[in-house]
């Protein structure tokens, strides 16, 4: 699962959005070495970001430039934090890292967002806009692991919880127990006791009574 997480962060055009420098990189650096078994690579790091330590274990194939170089056809290209917006059309696969204030540029429509925020010590999510697709990853040292959904009754809950906000919009306390009453045939105690659970390990926030997705 964490290879198609891999695959969508550098099929087309995304921008990565985070100001989690460390995790950005981290993840990027380990879909480049799953993707470049099979697909040219080049990085662009135009300040200079990219030390020693999170180069460990690149593969030779790679091209690693501070320069905004042609790329050879069918190249992936990732360009970590630019000022300006690099290969405006040319380009079919490129992915962009951007941190919220670093930037002046508008980012084109054709750009997905894809939006990484820490969720704990080391757990992240990564949120893809336009299809609200959301994934938990760990990151430890350079290695990044995919968190899976909560499992049984919990992730029952959880994958009704998103499908109603979708479906409905925005839910409150009230409207979710309703709902997970009525979906997983529990009483409204234990409707509340998993929205407190889902709340206790952070799948979903109550802000001013209504139900938010981490």
Do not use: W
């Not at 806009?129 to 040292?141: D, L, P, Q």
């Not at 045939?185 to 929205?195: D, P, Q, W």
Request: aromatic content about 10%; overall charge positive.
């Amino acid at each position: 699962m964490i290879t198609e997480i891999y695959e969508k962060l550098l099929t087309n055009k995304k921008a990565l959005i985070s100001h989690y420098m460390n995790a950005k990189i981290i993840l990027v650096l380990n879909a480049v070495k799953h993707v470049s078994r099979n697909k040219k690579i080049l990085l662009i790091d135009p300040g200079n970001i990219l030390r020693e330590e999170y180069l460990v274990d690149i593969p030779e194939n790679i091209i690693i430039t501070y320069k905004f170089l042609e790329p050879p056809h069918d190249t992936v290209v990732i360009v970590f934090e630019p000022e300006i917006l690099p290969y405006r059309s040319k380009i079919e696969n490129v992915l962009i890292t951007l941190t919220p204030g670093n930037y002046s540029f508008k980012i084109p429509r054709e750009y997905t967002k894809i939006f990484l925020k820490q969720i704990q010590h080391n757990i992240y999510e990564l949120l893809f806009t336009g299809s609200n697709e959301r994934y938990r990853v760990r990151i430890e040292g350079n290695k990044v692991f995919l968190v899976e959904k909560p499992s049984g009754i919990l992730g029952k809950a959880y994958e009704i919880l998103r499908e109603s906000m979708i479906e409905y919009g925005e839910l409150t306390v009230k409207d979710a127990t309703i709902i997970l009453t009525k979906e997983l045939g529990v009483n409204k105690v234990e409707a509340r006791k998993i929205l407190s659970e889902l709340v206790m390990r952070k799948y979903i926030r109550i802000i001013h009574g209504f139900i938010n997705l981490y």
